[in-house]
């Protein structure tokens, strides 16, 4: 491959590109509950640069407002989802002592 | 292409790498926090300073910390049951570089049209009263997704059940501590008033604001000198304050206004600040909750 | 004046709702919880008083700057819809945790935020803004599967979780490409910018993962059964009949708005395919089951798998189009009471005979006759029979079908209503059969059983509006040529 070069925007949607496909996937094969929260994190900033890295800046190089708002937005769902995640499974760990969940699926408890 | 830049985004791409393949949950939790404040300098090299703000205070701050106090619990797992220290298998790795072949094949494709969004958003800024382009983004023109994102947070909140039943003893009064926090919450306090008045002109808000704001009342509350206060924090209404006052006013825009989430004219920075003020409070007790959650 | 405030306000008065809920002592939650019940009636009437399709424009600024909220007739619709299954859920519920007060408090505020979510979701004409919704939803209805607290329940709720994070990412990276490409987020403006290609193509595969992963269809549908079963009886009917409608909803817009510019031919094809397997291995599935609530859980497996049929018809200019879209929407509506229906009358049974077991039924024919009827009701409509919502909906696959010229699904339809007959016949059988002589069958407030009948009557004779229904409802959106007499 010669040496293109790339310009900058390209270069973080490339990281963006990389960082989702980690984090997915250890996200679906790490057994660890908090790595697979951790996996999740790692790919929604993915996803964040490849989405803030496509848009054009403006001109004093500031990047697009929207798409700033949107990553804001996602970040703060993100941290809520991860605490939500930190919570049950903390919850589990004390009830069960695992820090992953079993193989099988359990069959539904009684009412 | 700068080479500062390359380097960045070699190391972070290592750091990733490093902490999803962590032996301890501590470690990755450590090396997810540098991953984090790392990402916020890209955010700065991609012009995006508001983002890099929040990814520093909650991507790496707030969740840091929370998956920090998670780790410490799972440490304690019997062994046999541990799986965090068995090295994670291989994940599918050839079918995740072909989707990222796929997907970075798909990207070069894109030739996105110049400079829309943010010149509608430059055009419109002006009779949006707000000076700072996100925050206007964030608090008028999109202000339903925040209204949204907030009720997730709560969601979050109460999903958790981390809403604490009763904190039993209130940590014994420490004079040393109590102290140093007596000068440093103050100041605390003052950094997140700081926070909230920028953002309307500068980078800022709500979130930050309350991230600080949060750390000073869980300093407060480790040296034990106002538990009255703290229990306060406690109280469910602190927690839905902001949500509350947010639907009010977005309402109301429906009769001053002319539409639901507007704001009449004149009024839009006061009632903006009024908002993320009270959000402020809303995120602060939120994520005390979070924090707040003991073994029972 | 009324689009400006109540189309917001459908999705703002639950969210007050939830807040006031959560604030309240336990003897005002529940007057509350009438009120806004009632406001929510009056609110969602009035919408569907108002015949022409209804637009607001958030803040008062236009797409591409702020979101646009619709109420064109498909979300009147499914406004109705989630209305009548909270009526029931919440009445249903007061009855369930009348000894749990604990349970109830954890379960209010979060039933009001789905509600909100479910009409955010239902109205919303911004791809980002889906996306909250779709998250609001998804976070809420983990919150729920979690209520008991139980190993179990934790295990099952978390498998639920890292779904529909998985689906969030997968999700947001679409709407990247999307969104990167064009610089828009209104769905109509989107689907006038969007230019054919690998990039495209590649985003809207994206979105239909995710949203499939959502709706649990096959084989992304391991979450569900454990989440569904093993979750408290409210929340099963609520997750059933309405959280993976949302995903299933913000999918049809999606379709609807980019099939007249995208070719997704192959993909409606593909989805209708793993529909067709969903509902074969869901029903074998429900046939081994030995307990009542995973019976139920498999079953809507099997009856998501309907849903997805009518992408194989759904091309914009065919004849085939309008039946297919009417399809979906009863499948929706059908599926929804009927599941609901039966989760509710199964949590009746299971609370009188104090185990989750089939052969626990025994004799509940005598003793809780309204809940056996229930059941018996919402299973015509799931197997199919006339004059149910559920017979409607396959007749219009039927015919769907036939005028696409695809003869091989009405053979997938019989076997489905017979594998369908199977597992229901399965579930009531023991309920006919004479109660062993020492069971104590303990009381169950009769409120319950009610509100499960209610939507089991729904569902059972909702075919016979279906004319109705059918002429009134079209696609509503730019691509799609007028239905043809």
Same mark, same amino acid.
């Given at each position: 491959?010669?040496?293109?070069?790339?310009?900058?925007?390209?270069?973080?949607?490339?990281?963006?590109?990389?960082?989702?496909?980690?984090?997915?996937?250890?996200?679906?094969?790490?057994?660890?509950?908090?790595?697979?929260?951790?996996?999740?994190?790692?790919?929604?900033?993915?996803?964040?640069?490849?989405?803030?890295?496509?848009?054009?800046?403006?001109?004093?190089?500031?990047?697009?407002?929207?798409?700033?708002?949107?990553?804001?937005?996602?970040?703060?769902?993100?941290?809520?989802?991860?605490?939500?995640?930190?919570?049950?499974?903390?919850?589990?760990?004390?009830?069960?002592?695992?820090?992953?969940?079993?193989?099988?699926?359990?069959?539904?408890?009684?009412? | 292409?700068?080479?500062?830049?390359?380097?960045?985004?070699?190391?972070?791409?290592?750091?990733?790498?490093?902490? +999803?393949?962590?032996?301890? &949950?501590?470690?990755?939790?450590?090396?997810? =926090?540098?991953?984090?404040?790392?990402?916020?300098?890209?955010? !700065?090299?991609?012009?995006?300073?508001?983002?890099?703000?929040?990814?520093?205070?909650?991507?790496?701050?707030?969740?840091?910390?929370?998956?920090?106090?998670?780790?410490?619990?799972?440490?304690?797992?019997?062994?046999?049951?541990?799986? %965090?220290?068995?090295?994670?298998?291989?994940?599918?790795?050839?079918?995740?570089?072909?989707?990222?072949?796929?997907?970075?094949?798909? +990207?070069?494709?894109?030739?996105?049209?110049?400079?829309?969004?943010?010149?509608?958003?430059?055009?419109?800024?002006?009779?949006?009263? =707000? &000076?700072?382009?996100?925050?206007?983004?964030?608090?008028?023109?999109?202000?339903?997704?925040? +209204?949204?994102? =907030?009720?997730?947070? +709560?969601?979050?909140?109460? &999903?958790?059940?981390?809403?604490?039943?009763? =904190?039993?003893?209130?940590?014994?009064?420490?004079?040393?501590?109590?102290?140093?926090?007596?000068?440093?919450?103050?100041? %605390?306090?003052?950094?997140?008033?700081?926070?909230?008045?920028?953002?309307?002109?500068?980078?800022?808000?709500?979130?930050?604001?309350?991230?600080?704001?949060?750390?000073?009342?869980?300093? %407060?509350?480790?040296?034990?000198?106002?538990?009255?206060?703290?229990?306060?924090?406690?109280?469910?209404?602190?927690?839905?304050?902001?949500?509350?006052?947010?639907?009010?006013?977005?309402?109301?825009?429906?009769?001053?206004?002319?539409? !639901?989430?507007?704001?009449?004219?004149?009024?839009?920075?006061?009632?903006?600040?009024?908002?993320?003020?009270?959000?402020?409070?809303?995120?602060?007790?939120?994520?005390?909750?979070?924090?707040?959650?003991?073994?029972? | 004046?009324?689009?400006?405030?109540?189309?917001?306000?459908?999705?703002?008065?639950?969210?007050?709702?939830?807040?006031?809920?959560?604030?309240?002592?336990?003897?005002?939650?529940?007057?509350?919880?009438?009120?806004?019940?009632?406001?929510?009636?009056?609110?969602?009437?009035?919408?569907?008083?108002?015949?022409?399709?209804?637009?607001?424009?958030?803040?008062?600024?236009?797409?591409?700057?702020?979101?646009?909220?619709?109420?064109?007739?498909?979300?009147?619709?499914?406004?109705?819809?989630?209305?009548?299954?909270?009526?029931?859920?919440?009445?249903?519920?007061?009855?369930?945790?009348?000894?749990?007060?604990?349970?109830?408090?954890?379960?209010?505020?979060?039933?009001?935020?789905?509600?909100?979510?479910?009409?955010?979701?239902?109205?919303?004409?911004?791809?980002? /803004?889906?996306?909250?919704?779709?998250?609001?939803?998804?976070?809420?209805?983990?919150?729920?599967?979690?209520?008991?607290?139980?190993?179990?329940?934790? $295990?099952?709720?978390?498998?639920?979780?890292?779904?529909?994070?998985?689906? @969030? /990412?997968?999700?947001? #990276?679409?709407?990247?490409?999307?969104?990167?490409?064009?610089?828009?987020?209104?769905?109509?403006?989107?689907?006038? @910018?969007?230019?054919?290609?690998?990039?495209?193509?590649?985003?809207? *595969?994206?979105?239909?993962?995710?949203?499939?992963?959502?709706?649990?269809?096959?084989?992304?549908?391991?979450?569900?059964?454990?989440?569904?079963?093993?979750? *408290?009886?409210?929340?099963?009917?609520?997750?059933?009949?309405?959280?993976?409608?949302?995903?299933?909803?913000?999918?049809?817009?999606?379709?609807?708005?980019?099939?007249?510019?995208?070719?997704?031919? *192959?993909?409606?094809?593909?989805?209708?395919?793993?529909?067709?397997?969903?509902?074969?291995?869901?029903?074998?599935?429900? #046939?081994?089951?030995?307990? #009542?609530?995973?019976?139920?859980?498999?079953?809507?497996?099997?009856?998501?798998?309907?849903?997805?049929?009518?992408?194989?018809?759904?091309?914009?200019?065919?004849?085939?189009?309008?039946?297919?879209?009417?399809?979906?929407?009863?499948?929706?509506?059908?599926?929804?009471?009927?599941?609901?229906?039966?989760?509710?009358?199964?949590?009746?049974?299971?609370?009188?005979?104090?185990?989750?077991?089939?052969?626990?039924?025994?004799?509940?024919?005598?003793?809780?006759?309204?809940? *056996?009827?229930?059941?018996?009701?919402?299973?015509?409509?799931?197997?199919?029979?006339?004059?149910?919502?559920?017979?409607? $909906?396959?007749?219009?696959?039927?015919?769907?079908?036939?005028?696409?010229?695809?003869?091989?699904?009405?053979?997938?339809?019989?076997?489905?209503?017979?594998?369908?007959?199977?597992?229901?016949?399965?579930?009531?059988?023991?309920?006919?059969?004479?109660?062993?002589?020492?069971?104590?069958?303990?009381?169950?407030?009769?409120?319950?059983?009610?509100?499960?009948?209610?939507?089991?009557?729904?569902?059972?004779?909702?075919?016979?509006?279906?004319?109705?229904? $059918?002429?009134?409802?079209?696609?509503?959106?730019?691509?799609?040529?007028? @239905?043809?007499?």
């Amino acid at each position: 491959m010669s040496a293109i070069a790339m310009d900058a925007a390209t270069l973080w949607w490339v990281l963006g590109t990389a960082l989702t496909f980690l984090g997915l996937g250890v996200m679906l094969a790490a057994p660890a509950l908090l790595r697979k929260l951790l996996a999740f994190n790692v790919m929604g900033s993915g996803v964040f640069l490849v989405l803030l890295a496509l848009r054009p800046r403006g001109p004093d190089g500031v990047a697009d407002p929207i798409a700033q708002a949107l990553v804001l937005t996602g970040i703060v769902i993100a941290i809520a989802s991860t605490a939500l995640g930190l919570m049950l499974a903390r919850r589990y760990h004390l009830a069960t002592g695992r820090d992953s969940l079993p193989e099988d699926a359990p069959e539904g408890t009684d009412d | 292409m700068n080479a500062v830049d390359a380097l960045l985004a070699l190391v972070l791409l290592a750091l990733a790498v490093a902490c +999803l393949w962590a032996k301890t &949950a501590r470690t990755g939790s450590l090396l997810f =926090i540098t991953f984090g404040l790392l990402l916020a300098l890209a955010w !700065v090299r991609l012009g995006a300073i508001d983002v890099a703000l929040a990814e520093a205070a909650i991507g790496a701050g707030i969740a840091g910390a929370l998956l920090l106090d998670a780790a410490r619990q799972f440490e304690h797992s019997p062994a046999g049951q541990n799986s %965090a220290r068995a090295p994670s298998p291989w994940p599918p790795s050839l079918l995740m570089l072909f989707l990222a072949a796929v997907l970075l094949y798909a +990207l070069s494709t894109i030739q996105p049209l110049a400079g829309d969004a943010t010149l509608a958003v430059s055009a419109a800024l002006e009779s949006s009263e =707000i &000076a700072h382009p996100v925050t206007a983004v964030l608090l008028v023109f999109r202000a339903y997704d925040t +209204l949204l994102e =907030i009720a997730v947070l +709560l969601v979050a909140v109460l &999903a958790a059940q981390a809403a604490p039943s009763a =904190i039993r003893a209130s940590p014994k009064y420490d004079p040393a501590l109590a102290a140093v926090v007596g000068w440093m919450v103050p100041i %605390a306090v003052l950094v997140a008033v700081y926070l909230l008045w920028a953002g309307s002109s500068r980078t800022g808000g709500a979130f930050q604001a309350a991230a600080v704001l949060a750390g000073a009342i869980l300093l %407060a509350r480790f040296s034990g000198q106002w538990p009255d206060a703290d229990r306060l924090w406690q109280h469910a209404g602190v927690r839905v304050f902001g949500l509350v006052t947010f639907i009010v006013v977005g309402l109301s825009g429906a009769f001053t206004a002319g539409a !639901v989430l507007g704001y009449p004219a004149g009024w839009t920075g006061g009632l903006v600040l009024g908002i993320e003020a009270a959000l402020m409070l809303s995120i602060a007790a939120s994520l005390l909750a979070l924090f707040g959650w003991k073994e029972r | 004046m009324t689009e400006v405030f109540l189309l917001p306000l459908a999705v703002l008065l639950p969210l007050l709702m939830a807040c006031c809920v959560h604030v309240s002592a336990d003897r005002f939650a529940r007057p509350l919880q009438w009120v806004g019940a009632l406001g929510m009636a009056t609110l969602v009437l009035a919408l569907v008083a108002h015949d022409a399709p209804m637009r607001t424009v958030l803040g008062g600024w236009e797409a591409p700057l702020g979101i646009e909220l619709v109420a064109d007739r498909l979300a009147k619709t499914l406004l109705v819809f989630t209305l009548l299954v909270y009526a029931a859920v919440l009445l249903y519920a007061e009855g369930y945790f009348a000894q749990s007060p604990i349970e109830a408090r954890r379960f209010r505020p979060l039933a009001w935020l789905l509600w909100a979510a479910c009409n955010a979701a239902f109205l919303s004409d911004d791809l980002f /803004n889906l996306y909250v919704t779709l998250e609001l939803a998804g976070l809420t209805a983990v919150g729920l599967a979690a209520l008991s607290g139980h190993p179990k329940a934790l $295990a099952a709720a978390l498998r639920y979780l890292l779904a529909a994070l998985l689906a @969030a /990412n997968l999700f947001l #990276l679409g709407l990247a490409l999307l969104y990167g490409s064009t610089g828009v987020l209104s769905l109509r403006m989107l689907a006038a @910018a969007v230019e054919p290609g690998t990039a495209s193509l590649l985003a809207f *595969v994206l979105l239909v993962t995710a949203l499939a992963l959502k709706t649990a269809l096959l084989p992304l549908h391991t979450w569900l059964p454990p989440a569904h079963g093993g979750a *408290v009886t409210p929340v099963s009917a609520l997750l059933s009949a309405l959280v993976i409608k949302v995903s299933f909803v913000i999918l049809l817009k999606l379709w609807l708005h980019f099939a007249p510019v995208l070719d997704l031919v *192959v993909l409606g094809q593909g989805l209708a395919v793993m529909g067709a397997l969903a509902v074969v291995w869901g029903s074998l599935l429900a #046939l081994r089951q030995q307990r #009542l609530k995973m019976l139920v859980a498999y079953s809507t497996v099997a009856q998501v798998g309907y849903l997805f049929l009518p992408f194989a018809w759904l091309r914009p200019g065919t004849p085939a189009a309008a039946v297919a879209f009417d399809a979906s929407v009863l499948q929706i509506l059908g599926h929804g009471f009927a599941k609901a229906a039966m989760f509710l009358a199964a949590g009746v049974l299971l609370r009188a005979a104090g185990r989750d077991g089939l052969e626990g039924l025994q004799g509940a024919a005598s003793r809780q006759p309204l809940a *056996v009827f229930a059941l018996a009701l919402a299973g015509i409509s799931l197997i199919g029979l006339p004059p149910s919502l559920g017979f409607s $909906a396959k007749w219009s696959m039927l015919q769907a079908a036939l005028l696409a010229g695809q003869w091989p699904w009405v053979l997938l339809l019989l076997t489905g209503s017979l594998l369908t007959a199977a597992y229901v016949f399965r579930a009531i059988r023991y309920a006919f059969l004479p109660a062993p002589d020492v069971s104590e069958l303990r009381p169950v407030p009769a409120l319950m059983s009610y509100s499960a009948l209610l939507l089991a009557v729904l569902a059972a004779f909702g075919g016979l509006g279906t004319a109705t229904l $059918a002429a009134w409802l079209e696609i509503e959106i730019a691509g799609w040529p007028e @239905a043809l007499p």
